[in-house]
């Protein structure tokens, strides 16, 4: 047998990806399963951003590109962090890729030594610390909870640093949370920063998608002296229902910028022709799409908070960003379905495919113990039916 590398073994496969398998496979049987497993917006690319695409294609934009990307692309997004946050970046400092996750991957590649430590709020989205593993850095967990509506705090950040931490990854709005920053939050933590030599990435993928009038903040912005060592992240795939385009970027300190580039120039070089040009229109075109699909996020994200409310042993904050729910579940834990105890929330999550046809991502993937995540990047009706089953096989368990 082949002997695989033994970087494989420091990272786990995905939960995400077992249950979108198992759910795949009860619909393929024919089973009506409602899936709140998804990371990803249910509406269609645009259709003024697919026709750029099209007229890409037809102009024969079908060879390598820069491997920074196109330089309108760059040059749009220079534009768009001047207009939205006030940021001077020049073209140079901007490294685009092939999706958001493979930005982070690069400049995690280009800046971690083997031993740094990366400090990332927990709960936290999947891939931070298995990407900073294979880095050779060791990930170290901020643990946060709903007290704090999920959100970690000056005190916490200035008693984890250490003189091994290399990075600090805040992301606002959160994935698997929605916890969301406000400017004061972000102040706090950027004057804890400022004192201490590490990196800051800051993946604001979800920037565009908050509600109630929440005003998002970038930490750059609001605290210029930590530009020379903060990357910022960003991405078509949530704001324009781009998941599958494969277009993320970086923008931050040249050095770094180049650093990670020449990681890309040795991987996948540029990200695909067509879809920066894509991706370009989406940056520049019209916004209203973005507006649309935000109002329709603003409303399921109403029904969904409420009906899980109002189940028994679901108890969750309403969050101000991104399109999850992060319910707590600890009181359904140690409960009996069919003889079998559901001890941990990947018990429940396969409890809830089971016995609801409901899919739902377990906490273990995120870092808790105890909560059970929603994506409602799907249909009202869907999150109706969903939560009426859950209700029905949560009254079940004994
Ligand atoms: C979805 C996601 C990304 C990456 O998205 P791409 O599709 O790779 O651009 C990055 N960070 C967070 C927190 C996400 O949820």
């Not at 590109?65 to 692309?73: C, F, N, S």
């Not at 939205?84 to 970046?89: A, P, V």
């Not at 870092?367 to 995540?373: D, L, P």
Request: glycine share 6%; aromatic share 6%.
């Amino acid at each position: 047998m082949t002997t695989i590398a033994e970087r494989t073994k420091l990272i786990k496969p995905s939960v995400t990806l077992a249950i979108a398998a198992k759910a795949g496979k009860l619909r393929s049987e024919g089973i009506d399963v409602v899936n709140f497993s998804a990371g990803e917006p249910d509406f269609d690319t645009p259709d003024h951003i697919k026709a750029a695409a099209v007229e890409a294609l037809r102009k024969g934009m079908t060879k390598y590109t820069d491997v920074k990307g196109i330089e309108p692309l760059r040059a749009a997004i220079v534009h768009k962090y001047e207009r939205e946050h006030g940021l001077s970046y020049r073209k140079e400092d901007v490294l685009v890729s092939c999706g958001a996750k493979h930005s982070v991957y690069n400049v995690l590649q280009a800046i971690v030594n083997p031993g740094d430590e990366i400090l990332i709020p927990a709960p936290y989205w999947v891939s931070y610390s298995d990407m900073a593993l294979l880095a050779g850095g060791v990930p170290k967990l901020i643990q946060t909870s709903e007290a704090t509506g999920f959100r970690t705090n000056a005190e916490q950040l200035e008693a984890a640093l250490t003189a091994k931490t290399r990075v600090f990854i805040l992301n606002s709005p959160c994935n698997p949370t929605g916890a969301s920053y406000a400017a004061d939050e972000i102040l706090a933590i950027a004057r804890v920063l400022e004192k201490h030599s590490c990196l800051v990435i800051a993946d604001d993928i979800y920037e565009k998608i908050v509600y109630d009038d929440f005003q998002v903040h970038n930490i750059v912005a609001l605290n210029p002296a930590l530009r020379d060592r903060t990357v910022i992240i960003n991405g078509v795939s949530k704001t324009y229902a781009m998941t599958g385009w494969r277009i993320g970027y970086a923008i931050g300190p040249a050095d770094v910028i180049s650093a990670a580039g020449k990681i890309q120039s040795q991987s996948t070089s540029n990200a695909t022709s067509i879809a920066q040009a894509a991706a370009l229109e989406a940056i520049k075109g019209p916004q209203d799409d973005v507006m649309t699909m935000v109002r329709e996020f603003h409303k399921r994200r109403d029904v969904i908070v409420d009906r899980l409310n109002a189940i028994q042993g679901m108890r969750c904050l309403k969050p101000q960003g991104a399109f999850y729910v992060f319910p707590n579940v600890r009181t359904l834990l140690g409960k009996t379905a069919n003889e079998k105890k559901l001890a941990s929330p990947c018990d429940i999550a396969d409890y809830l495919l089971e016995e609801a046809q409901v899919a739902v991502v377990p906490g273990e993937d995120f870092g808790s113990k105890e909560h059970i995540r929603f994506s409602y990047a799907t249909a009202l009706e869907d999150i109706e039916k969903g939560c009426k089953r859950i209700a029905s096989a949560v009254g079940k368990l004994q």
